[in-house]
């Protein structure tokens, strides 16, 4: 059993998914659970689709949604005969449950709506690869990840309840493979026990393939990507950015929590527990190694560099010049737990404090609101928040060279620079 996931530059138009199925087709005698993406830009398409319906404006979101249903139909145009009309009754189907949505008025708040409609573009990339594989003679099936993954209801970075869910595996997906060699389902998406759609946070697709992995005790897991494997920077920030072709469990989950979008957060835990290997892999050149990550040390990497753009720096100062103590950065942590908010960066001083956040509007407004209670609340907006793990001086220098630094913290591994 090995699980593959594939993200959303490999399904991103006909051609992708035809090459999709190539890869597949190396791989004749494996059971293989595959988890796929939302096709390429289309959860970016579906965002601007929830943010017109929950701005009033309805007809906008219709239409917006309508270019998202008209693209996933030409693309079914292009790959299947046979199956067409099965897959189109199927696509009006969750047509149907976005649309019943739109026509509606938001009364919750934005991110359940966000998720009600995201979890769309997963549903139909799925549906059409599956179809075009059964179409081309590659037997698979097909399941809605929702009946299979049980979240909470905390909207766009829903957590898995694994008891209740690796039921789900055994009941549902287990049985799957006594009759077929590769079921298919969606990455990214799960449901409340009230039938809700959530979504596991951006790039959660990663952490699907993972906890399938677990549950199903796989050989391994492969993550098929547009680069040759895991690089030290994101290579379309960086031109020179290097390969590396093996890291260990920590170091990724380092690199994640820095911000990197190679592997998504939360992946890389349920891998470690019981020591499954991942390899990051090219779509565009299946024979290719590509990165292996597991349990065992890795020496002399190069300087590895993650950049969040889009960040926002809160400067908190005492009102009545106290310093900062245990009851304020208690009252702190408690206004960031309800607003469900994770600082990027937090440095204390004697009389002030100071947190970098990725710039999410809302949440950043009601923190600021709630923290001048007991602050004098500073906000500033436009940063970038450079991570950098095995730094040297020459690297450090070249990246921020011209910029004027707001906040710098260092450990003798790592060096973060908010800058502007």
């Known amino acids: 059993m090995k699980v593959f996931k594939f993200g959303g530059a490999s399904v991103s138009n006909?051609?992708?998914?035809?090459?999709?199925?190539?890869?597949?087709r190396q791989f004749p005698d494996e059971q293989l659970m595959i988890v796929i993406s939302a096709m390429g830009k289309t959860t970016n398409a579906l965002e601007k689709v929830a943010e017109a319906f929950f701005a009033g404006k309805k007809d906008e979101a219709l239409e917006l949604f309508k270019a998202v249903k008209l693209q996933h139909v030409t693309e079914a145009k292009y790959l299947l005969v046979t199956h067409f009309n099965a897959l189109l009754e199927q696509y009006n189907d969750f047509f149907t449950e976005v649309e019943w949505l739109l026509h509606d008025k938001p009364v919750r708040e934005y991110d359940y709506y966000y998720d009600q409609i995201v979890c769309a573009g997963e549903l139909l990339s799925t549906a059409l690869v599956s179809a075009y594989l059964n179409e081309t003679g590659i037997s698979n099936e097909?399941?809605?990840?929702?009946?299979?993954?049980?979240?909470?209801?905390?909207?766009?970075?829903?957590?898995?309840?694994?008891?209740?869910?690796?039921?789900?595996?055994?009941?549902?997906?287990k049985p799957m493979f006594s009759s077929n060699r590769i079921v298919i389902t969606q990455g990214f998406i799960g449901s409340t026990d009230e039938n809700e759609s959530t979504t596991l946070g951006r790039e959660g697709s990663d952490y699907t393939a993972a906890v399938f992995a677990y549950m199903l005790d796989a050989e391994s897991i492969s993550i098929w990507k547009d680069v040759k494997g895991v690089m030290n920077a994101d290579p379309k920030q960086f031109a020179d950015a290097q390969y590396i072709s093996e890291l260990n469990y920590d170091e990724v989950i380092e690199m994640a929590y820095y911000g990197a979008q190679v592997i998504h957060p939360k992946t890389i835990k349920p891998l470690q527990n019981k020591n499954i290997p991942l390899y990051v892999k090219c779509f565009a050149d299946a024979s290719l190694p590509g990165t292996v990550i597991h349990n065992n040390p890795v020496k002399n990497l190069?300087?590895?560099?993650?950049?969040?753009?889009?960040?926002?720096?809160?400067?908190?100062?005492?009102?009545?010049?106290s310093f900062i103590g245990e009851q304020p950065m208690s009252d702190l942590y408690e206004m960031m737990a309800k607003l469900k908010i994770k600082p990027n960066l937090i440095q204390t001083h004697a009389v002030s404090l100071q947190l970098c956040m990725d710039d999410r509007s809302e949440k950043i407004e009601k923190?600021?609101?709630?923290?001048?209670?007991?602050?004098?609340?500073?906000?500033?907006?436009?940063?970038?928040?450079?991570s950098i793990r095995h730094y040297n001086k020459e690297v450090l220098e070249k990246l921020t060279a011209g910029k004027t630094i707001e906040l710098r913290q260092q450990s003798p591994d790592t060096i973060q620079v908010l800058m502007k």
């Open 302 to 321: 190069p300087p590895i560099i993650v950049i969040k753009d889009k960040q926002v720096l809160l400067q908190l100062h005492t009102r009545d010049f």
């Open 367 to 386: 923190l600021a609101l709630a923290a001048s209670g007991i602050f004098d609340v500073q906000v500033e907006k436009g940063l970038t928040l450079l």
């Open 142 to 173: 097909w399941i809605d990840v929702r009946d299979i993954f049980r979240t909470d209801d905390n909207f766009r970075d829903a957590a898995i309840d694994f008891e209740f869910t690796q039921k789900q595996v055994d009941a549902l997906i």
């Open 14 to 24: 006909y051609e992708k998914i035809q090459n999709l199925g190539q890869i597949i």
